[in-house]
Protein backbone atom coordinates (compact mmCIF):
# COMPACT_ATOMS: atom_id res chain seq x y z
CA UNK A 1 0.00 0.00 0.00
CA UNK A 2 3.23 2.93 0.98
CA UNK A 3 4.42 1.91 -2.64
CA UNK A 4 1.72 2.27 -4.38
CA UNK A 5 0.91 5.79 -2.87
CA UNK A 6 4.16 6.46 -3.45
CA UNK A 7 3.96 5.74 -6.70
CA UNK A 8 1.55 7.82 -7.45
CA UNK A 9 2.51 10.54 -5.55
CA UNK A 10 5.46 10.68 -7.82
CA UNK A 11 3.39 10.66 -10.56
CA UNK A 12 1.10 13.83 -9.45
CA UNK A 13 4.43 15.14 -9.12
CA UNK A 14 5.66 14.47 -12.81
CA UNK A 15 2.74 15.94 -14.18
CA UNK A 16 2.58 18.98 -11.80
CA UNK A 17 6.42 19.95 -12.66
CA UNK A 18 5.22 19.34 -16.64
CA UNK A 19 3.27 22.04 -15.78
CA UNK A 20 5.17 24.48 -14.68
CA UNK A 21 3.46 24.61 -11.20
CA UNK A 22 7.06 23.19 -9.27
CA UNK A 23 7.32 20.64 -7.20
CA UNK A 24 5.14 21.61 -4.17
CA UNK A 25 1.65 21.89 -3.65
CA UNK A 26 0.05 25.53 -3.07
CA UNK A 27 -3.56 25.09 -0.67
CA UNK A 28 -4.82 27.76 -1.47
CA UNK A 29 -7.23 29.06 1.20
CA UNK A 30 -11.81 29.10 0.75
CA UNK A 31 -13.63 32.22 1.00
CA UNK A 32 -15.03 32.62 4.58
CA UNK A 33 -18.94 32.55 4.68
CA UNK A 34 -19.95 35.80 6.43
CA UNK A 35 -21.56 35.47 10.13
CA UNK A 36 -25.19 36.64 10.81
CA UNK A 37 -24.89 39.64 12.97
CA UNK A 38 -27.11 38.37 15.83
CA UNK A 39 -26.44 34.92 17.52
CA UNK A 40 -29.04 32.89 16.38
CA UNK A 41 -31.01 30.71 18.43
CA UNK A 42 -29.88 26.92 18.32
CA UNK A 43 -33.21 24.79 17.22
CA UNK A 44 -32.77 23.30 21.21
CA UNK A 45 -33.44 27.07 22.75
CA UNK A 46 -36.07 27.29 21.09
CA UNK A 47 -38.04 24.54 21.31
CA UNK A 48 -37.26 25.18 25.27
CA UNK A 49 -38.74 28.55 24.92
CA UNK A 50 -42.08 27.14 23.44
CA UNK A 51 -42.32 24.83 25.84
CA UNK A 52 -42.27 27.12 28.48
CA UNK A 53 -45.19 29.27 26.99
CA UNK A 54 -47.24 26.63 26.54
CA UNK A 55 -46.85 25.77 30.36
CA UNK A 56 -48.19 29.39 31.33
CA UNK A 57 -51.05 29.14 29.09
CA UNK A 58 -51.94 25.99 30.47
CA UNK A 59 -51.53 26.99 33.90
CA UNK A 60 -53.49 30.40 33.43
CA UNK A 61 -56.11 28.88 31.72
CA UNK A 62 -56.56 26.07 34.43
CA UNK A 63 -56.76 29.18 36.97
CA UNK A 64 -59.61 30.16 35.68
CA UNK A 65 -61.16 26.74 35.23
CA UNK A 66 -60.56 25.63 38.90
CA UNK A 67 -63.77 28.04 40.35
CA UNK A 68 -66.40 27.11 37.94
CA UNK A 69 -64.83 25.48 34.47
CA UNK A 70 -67.60 27.32 31.98
CA UNK A 71 -68.02 30.81 33.68
CA UNK A 72 -63.97 31.21 33.84
CA UNK A 73 -63.57 30.06 30.04
CA UNK A 74 -66.32 32.26 28.73
CA UNK A 75 -64.69 35.11 30.66
CA UNK A 76 -61.08 34.73 29.56
CA UNK A 77 -63.00 34.53 25.69
CA UNK A 78 -64.29 37.64 26.21
CA UNK A 79 -61.33 38.91 27.62
CA UNK A 80 -59.74 38.04 24.75
CA UNK A 81 -62.32 39.56 22.60
CA UNK A 82 -62.35 42.93 24.24
CA UNK A 83 -58.28 43.04 24.22
CA UNK A 84 -58.06 42.44 20.48
CA UNK A 85 -61.27 44.22 19.41
CA UNK A 86 -61.03 47.33 16.78
CA UNK A 87 -62.58 50.55 18.13
CA UNK A 88 -63.48 52.82 15.18
CA UNK A 89 -62.04 56.29 16.23
CA UNK A 90 -65.22 59.11 16.34
CA UNK A 91 -64.49 62.04 14.70
CA UNK A 92 -65.44 65.49 16.29
CA UNK A 93 -68.28 66.86 13.47
CA UNK A 94 -67.62 70.32 14.54
CA UNK A 95 -63.67 70.05 12.90
CA UNK A 96 -64.23 72.03 9.71
CA UNK A 97 -61.44 68.61 8.07
CA UNK A 98 -64.37 65.97 9.14
CA UNK A 99 -65.91 65.40 5.70
CA UNK A 100 -69.35 65.81 6.25
CA UNK A 101 -72.31 64.37 4.15
CA UNK A 102 -73.22 66.37 1.15
CA UNK A 103 -76.62 67.46 2.49
CA UNK A 104 -75.33 68.86 5.52
CA UNK A 105 -73.41 71.67 3.74
CA UNK A 106 -76.94 74.08 3.73
CA UNK A 107 -77.23 73.62 7.44
CA UNK A 108 -73.70 75.42 8.17
CA UNK A 109 -73.49 78.98 8.59
CA UNK A 110 -70.80 81.78 9.88
CA UNK A 111 -70.77 83.40 12.90
CA UNK A 112 -71.70 87.23 12.37
CA UNK A 113 -69.83 90.07 13.68
CA UNK A 114 -71.13 91.49 16.78
CA UNK A 115 -68.77 93.49 19.12
CA UNK A 116 -68.91 96.76 19.29
CA UNK A 117 -72.23 97.11 18.70
CA UNK A 118 -75.92 97.64 20.37
CA UNK A 119 -77.95 94.75 21.95
CA UNK A 120 -80.89 95.53 19.22
CA UNK A 121 -78.24 95.40 16.45
CA UNK A 122 -76.78 92.42 17.32
CA UNK A 123 -80.20 90.56 17.89
CA UNK A 124 -80.64 91.69 13.99
CA UNK A 125 -77.54 90.28 12.75
CA UNK A 126 -77.92 87.13 14.80
CA UNK A 127 -81.61 86.57 13.18
CA UNK A 128 -79.70 87.35 9.17
CA UNK A 129 -76.93 84.74 10.15
CA UNK A 130 -79.25 82.06 11.55
CA UNK A 131 -78.11 81.91 14.75
CA UNK A 132 -79.31 82.85 18.45
CA UNK A 133 -77.75 85.01 20.93
CA UNK A 134 -77.10 83.16 24.25
CA UNK A 135 -76.17 86.91 26.74
CA UNK A 136 -74.74 87.72 29.84
CA UNK A 137 -74.43 90.92 31.57
CA UNK A 138 -72.06 92.89 32.97
CA UNK A 139 -71.47 96.22 34.90
CA UNK A 140 -68.92 98.20 33.15
CA UNK A 141 -67.60 101.54 34.24
CA UNK A 142 -66.79 103.04 30.93
CA UNK A 143 -68.77 101.30 27.95
CA UNK A 144 -72.37 102.61 27.90
CA UNK A 145 -75.71 100.23 28.56
CA UNK A 146 -76.69 97.50 25.55
CA UNK A 147 -73.02 97.50 23.91
CA UNK A 148 -71.82 94.33 23.25
CA UNK A 149 -68.55 93.62 24.90
CA UNK A 150 -67.24 90.27 23.47
CA UNK A 151 -68.48 87.02 21.72
CA UNK A 152 -68.07 83.50 21.31
CA UNK A 153 -67.02 82.03 19.06
CA UNK A 154 -65.51 84.60 17.29
CA UNK A 155 -66.45 86.21 13.67
CA UNK A 156 -66.18 83.66 10.88
CA UNK A 157 -66.90 80.70 12.67
CA UNK A 158 -68.55 77.89 10.92
CA UNK A 159 -71.73 76.65 13.18
CA UNK A 160 -74.49 74.90 12.60
CA UNK A 161 -78.08 77.16 11.70
CA UNK A 162 -79.51 77.82 14.99
CA UNK A 163 -76.32 77.46 17.56
CA UNK A 164 -75.93 80.06 19.57
CA UNK A 165 -72.97 82.87 20.31
CA UNK A 166 -72.50 83.60 23.76
CA UNK A 167 -72.10 87.37 23.60
CA UNK A 168 -70.99 89.84 26.97
CA UNK A 169 -73.11 92.82 27.05
CA UNK A 170 -72.78 95.47 29.08
CA UNK A 171 -75.12 96.79 31.91
CA UNK A 172 -73.73 100.32 32.33
CA UNK A 173 -72.91 101.95 35.81
CA UNK A 174 -74.05 100.22 38.82
CA UNK A 175 -76.36 102.34 40.57
CA UNK A 176 -77.54 101.38 44.26
CA UNK A 177 -78.83 103.60 46.92
CA UNK A 178 -77.33 104.90 49.78
CA UNK A 179 -78.02 103.56 53.10
CA UNK A 180 -78.67 105.49 56.47
CA UNK A 181 -75.65 105.20 58.50
CA UNK A 182 -75.97 108.41 60.92
CA UNK A 183 -76.18 107.13 64.45
CA UNK A 184 -74.50 104.10 63.72
CA UNK A 185 -70.81 103.21 65.03
CA UNK A 186 -68.25 103.94 62.66
CA UNK A 187 -67.22 100.26 62.92
CA UNK A 188 -71.05 99.60 61.53
CA UNK A 189 -71.04 102.20 58.96
CA UNK A 190 -68.26 101.24 57.01
CA UNK A 191 -69.12 97.33 55.86
CA UNK A 192 -72.74 98.86 55.06
CA UNK A 193 -71.50 101.45 52.86
CA UNK A 194 -68.40 99.12 51.49
CA UNK A 195 -71.03 96.26 50.81
CA UNK A 196 -73.05 98.05 48.25
CA UNK A 197 -70.26 98.80 46.72
CA UNK A 198 -69.64 102.62 47.63
CA UNK A 199 -66.19 103.92 48.84
CA UNK A 200 -66.33 106.10 52.31
CA UNK A 201 -64.33 109.44 53.45
CA UNK A 202 -63.88 109.43 57.56
CA UNK A 203 -64.14 113.13 58.60
CA UNK A 204 -63.78 113.51 62.69
CA UNK A 205 -65.36 116.11 64.54
CA UNK A 206 -66.05 117.27 68.10
CA UNK A 207 -69.52 116.68 69.68
CA UNK A 208 -70.30 117.65 73.22
CA UNK A 209 -73.77 115.58 72.78
CA UNK A 210 -72.42 112.75 70.67
CA UNK A 211 -70.09 109.74 71.83
CA UNK A 212 -67.32 109.16 70.57
CA UNK A 213 -67.24 107.03 67.61
CA UNK A 214 -70.99 107.53 66.11
CA UNK A 215 -71.32 109.08 62.73
CA UNK A 216 -72.87 112.69 63.23
CA UNK A 217 -73.46 113.03 59.16
CA UNK A 218 -73.48 111.70 55.64
CA UNK A 219 -73.11 113.14 52.41
CA UNK A 220 -74.59 112.13 49.71
CA UNK A 221 -77.67 111.58 52.08
CA UNK A 222 -79.32 108.40 52.68
CA UNK A 223 -81.70 107.25 49.46
CA UNK A 224 -79.53 109.23 47.21
CA UNK A 225 -79.03 106.99 44.09
CA UNK A 226 -75.50 107.28 42.84
CA UNK A 227 -73.13 105.41 40.82
CA UNK A 228 -71.62 102.31 42.34
CA UNK A 229 -67.73 103.10 43.87
CA UNK A 230 -68.74 106.44 44.44
CA UNK A 231 -67.56 107.98 47.72
CA UNK A 232 -69.55 108.56 50.48
CA UNK A 233 -68.45 110.93 53.08
CA UNK A 234 -68.97 110.23 56.83
CA UNK A 235 -68.67 112.50 59.48
CA UNK A 236 -67.45 111.07 63.00
CA UNK A 237 -67.92 111.88 66.43
CA UNK A 238 -65.02 112.51 68.70
CA UNK A 239 -67.18 112.94 71.45
CA UNK A 240 -66.70 115.93 74.11
CA UNK A 241 -63.58 117.71 73.07
CA UNK A 242 -61.13 118.03 76.59
CA UNK A 243 -58.57 120.57 77.41
CA UNK A 244 -55.73 121.17 80.08
CA UNK A 245 -56.88 123.70 82.72
CA UNK A 246 -54.24 126.36 82.64
CA UNK A 247 -52.56 128.04 85.89
CA UNK A 248 -54.83 130.53 87.26
CA UNK A 249 -53.40 130.76 91.25
CA UNK A 250 -50.53 133.06 91.71
CA UNK A 251 -52.44 135.87 88.80
CA UNK A 252 -54.25 138.85 89.18
CA UNK A 253 -57.86 138.41 87.87
CA UNK A 254 -57.71 139.97 85.13
CA UNK A 255 -55.01 137.54 84.50
CA UNK A 256 -56.71 134.57 85.12
CA UNK A 257 -59.56 135.26 82.59
CA UNK A 258 -57.45 135.91 80.05
CA UNK A 259 -55.22 132.37 80.36
CA UNK A 260 -59.28 130.21 81.04
CA UNK A 261 -60.83 132.09 77.88
CA UNK A 262 -57.45 131.39 75.82
CA UNK A 263 -57.89 127.51 76.72
CA UNK A 264 -60.94 127.17 75.74
CA UNK A 265 -63.05 127.45 79.19
CA UNK A 266 -65.02 129.84 80.86
CA UNK A 267 -64.80 131.98 84.09
CA UNK A 268 -67.38 130.33 86.44
CA UNK A 269 -67.82 131.57 89.72
CA UNK A 270 -65.62 134.07 91.70
CA UNK A 271 -65.74 134.59 95.14
CA UNK A 272 -63.79 137.25 97.00
CA UNK A 273 -62.21 137.21 100.55
CA UNK A 274 -60.46 139.89 102.55
CA UNK A 275 -57.61 137.73 103.62
CA UNK A 276 -55.54 134.92 102.51
CA UNK A 277 -52.21 133.25 101.56
CA UNK A 278 -51.31 135.42 98.29
CA UNK A 279 -50.85 139.40 97.85
CA UNK A 280 -53.99 141.35 97.40
CA UNK A 281 -55.62 140.71 94.09
CA UNK A 282 -54.39 137.70 93.28
CA UNK A 283 -56.13 134.48 92.61
CA UNK A 284 -55.99 132.18 95.79
CA UNK A 285 -57.42 128.75 94.62
CA UNK A 286 -58.92 127.56 91.53
CA UNK A 287 -61.18 124.88 90.68
CA UNK A 288 -60.61 122.18 88.96
CA UNK A 289 -56.76 122.36 89.60
CA UNK A 290 -54.12 123.38 86.86
CA UNK A 291 -53.29 120.66 84.68
CA UNK A 292 -56.39 118.59 85.00
CA UNK A 293 -58.60 117.95 81.83
CA UNK A 294 -62.19 119.43 81.42
CA UNK A 295 -64.25 119.40 78.73
CA UNK A 296 -64.04 122.31 76.21
CA UNK A 297 -66.37 125.48 76.93
CA UNK A 298 -66.88 124.19 80.72
CA UNK A 299 -66.48 126.24 83.75
CA UNK A 300 -63.74 127.28 86.08
CA UNK A 301 -64.38 128.48 89.30
CA UNK A 302 -61.87 131.30 91.55
CA UNK A 303 -61.32 132.93 94.90
CA UNK A 304 -59.63 135.84 94.74
CA UNK A 305 -58.07 137.79 97.95
CA UNK A 306 -59.32 141.28 97.48
CA UNK A 307 -58.64 143.48 100.81
CA UNK A 308 -60.76 146.81 101.13
CA UNK A 309 -62.27 146.10 97.63
CA UNK A 310 -65.15 144.93 95.60
CA UNK A 311 -66.87 144.68 92.22
CA UNK A 312 -69.69 146.40 91.41
CA UNK A 313 -72.28 144.31 90.63
CA UNK A 314 -75.04 144.86 88.05
CA UNK A 315 -78.04 146.69 88.88
CA UNK A 316 -79.49 147.92 85.41
CA UNK A 317 -82.67 146.02 85.05
CA UNK A 318 -83.32 145.82 88.57
CA UNK A 319 -86.92 147.53 90.63
CA UNK A 320 -84.97 150.06 92.95
CA UNK A 321 -85.63 148.29 95.95
CA UNK A 322 -83.65 145.30 94.46
CA UNK A 323 -80.94 147.47 93.67
CA UNK A 324 -80.61 148.69 97.08
CA UNK A 325 -80.25 145.04 98.72
CA UNK A 326 -77.90 144.02 95.99
CA UNK A 327 -75.73 146.89 96.79
CA UNK A 328 -75.84 145.78 100.76
CA UNK A 329 -74.65 142.39 100.04
CA UNK A 330 -71.51 143.56 98.33
CA UNK A 331 -71.16 146.87 101.35
CA UNK A 332 -71.49 149.60 99.38
CA UNK A 333 -74.31 152.12 99.00
CA UNK A 334 -76.54 154.41 97.04
CA UNK A 335 -74.72 157.73 96.91
CA UNK A 336 -76.84 159.60 94.10
CA UNK A 337 -79.82 159.31 92.58
CA UNK A 338 -81.67 160.89 89.51
CA UNK A 339 -85.18 160.19 88.55
CA UNK A 340 -86.55 160.27 85.07
CA UNK A 341 -89.90 159.95 84.06
CA UNK A 342 -90.48 157.55 81.46
CA UNK A 343 -94.06 156.50 80.18
CA UNK A 344 -95.53 153.65 80.66
CA UNK A 345 -93.44 152.37 83.69
CA UNK A 346 -95.10 150.82 86.43
CA UNK A 347 -92.42 151.18 88.90
CA UNK A 348 -89.28 152.84 89.40
CA UNK A 349 -86.31 150.61 88.05
CA UNK A 350 -82.76 151.44 87.40
CA UNK A 351 -82.12 152.65 83.77
CA UNK A 352 -78.33 153.60 84.41
CA UNK A 353 -75.44 152.74 87.23
CA UNK A 354 -71.66 154.63 87.44
CA UNK A 355 -69.37 153.15 88.10
CA UNK A 356 -70.87 150.38 85.49
CA UNK A 357 -70.54 146.63 86.84
CA UNK A 358 -67.34 144.74 88.14
CA UNK A 359 -65.76 147.84 88.63
CA UNK A 360 -63.47 147.67 91.43
CA UNK A 361 -64.36 150.36 94.75
CA UNK A 362 -63.46 150.69 98.32
CA UNK A 363 -66.28 149.26 100.39
CA UNK A 364 -68.90 151.35 101.35
CA UNK A 365 -68.60 153.46 98.13
CA UNK A 366 -71.86 155.23 97.24
CA UNK A 367 -72.94 154.57 93.60
CA UNK A 368 -74.60 156.80 91.41
CA UNK A 369 -78.20 155.44 89.82
CA UNK A 370 -80.59 156.58 87.39
CA UNK A 371 -83.74 155.47 88.14
CA UNK A 372 -87.04 155.51 85.38
CA UNK A 373 -90.25 156.37 87.00
CA UNK A 374 -93.93 156.18 86.02
CA UNK A 375 -94.35 159.51 83.84
CA UNK A 376 -97.85 161.01 82.41
CA UNK A 377 -98.66 159.47 79.62
CA UNK A 378 -98.30 162.45 76.39
CA UNK A 379 -101.92 163.95 75.24
CA UNK A 380 -102.09 164.19 71.36
CA UNK A 381 -102.00 167.80 70.19
CA UNK A 382 -104.68 169.04 67.34
CA UNK A 383 -101.66 169.19 65.29
CA UNK A 384 -100.96 165.76 65.47
CA UNK A 385 -104.21 164.76 64.70
CA UNK A 386 -104.45 166.78 61.91
CA UNK A 387 -104.12 165.23 58.39
CA UNK A 388 -101.10 165.38 56.32
CA UNK A 389 -101.01 167.42 53.69
CA UNK A 390 -101.59 165.56 50.33
Known amino acids: MAKARIGRDAVTWRRRRALGLGGRTKRVPLPRRPKPEGRALKPRAWMLVG????????????????????????????????????????????????PRPAGREADLVTAPSLLGIQRALAQERAAAAGVTLRVDEVFSDVAPAGLVLSQAPPQGAALARGDAVAVTISAGRAAVSVPSVVGLPAAQARPALEGRGLQTVELLEFSPDVAGGIVLRQEPLAGSVVDRRSLVAITISRGIEAV????????????????IELAGLSVGTVMYRESGGVPNGMVET???????????GSPVNLTIVRVGEVAVPALVGLSLAAAERELQDYRLVVGAMSRVPAPGETAERVIGQEPGPEAKVPRGFGLRLLIAIPGPTPTPTPADQAPAAG
Not at 286 to 296: D, N, S, Y
Open 244 to 259: SVPVATGRTEDDARRA
Open 286 to 296: QAPVAGATAPK
Open 51 to 98: VLAIGVTVFLIAARLIGNPVTGLTQLIDEARATFAFTPAVADSSSPLV
